[in-house]
């Protein structure tokens, strides 16, 4: 049996949990990331952005804002799916 193949970013994801303790010190900047290397650190995600398809073309990298507490996001199961013509407009 084959091991499980890594998702997209979880090792780039790793690093980043992994090196927070260091990345604090620019918190509310966005970190540039690939596997294992912090490769810079940006004051806008666009600059980050255009540095990572800069140096990495398409392949996978991670830009992520540096926060030492991370804001929990709360999406609930219940959504109701609805079309243009059958939502009303709040």
């Known amino acids: 049996m084959k091991p ?4 997209s970013l979880e090792k780039e994801l790793e690093t980043y949990k ?3 303790p260091e990345l ?3 918190e509310g900047k966005f970190v540039l990331i690939k ?3 912090v490769v810079d ?9 255009k540095e990572g398809y800069k140096k ?13 507490i991370e804001q929990v996001q709360f999406i609930s199961r219940s959504v109701t799916f609805c079309s243009a013509q059958t939502c009303e407009k709040s």
Do not use: M, R
Request: net charge negative.
């Open 18 to 20: 992994n090196k927070l």
């Open 56 to 68: 990495f073309g398409l392949e996978p990298f991670l830009v992520k804002q540096i926060h030492s």
């Open 35 to 37: 596997g294992e290397e």
């Open 4 to 7: 499980e193949k890594n998702t």
């Open 41 to 49: 650190t940006f004051t806008s995600y666009e600059d980050a952005i």
């Open 24 to 26: 604090k010190q620019h």
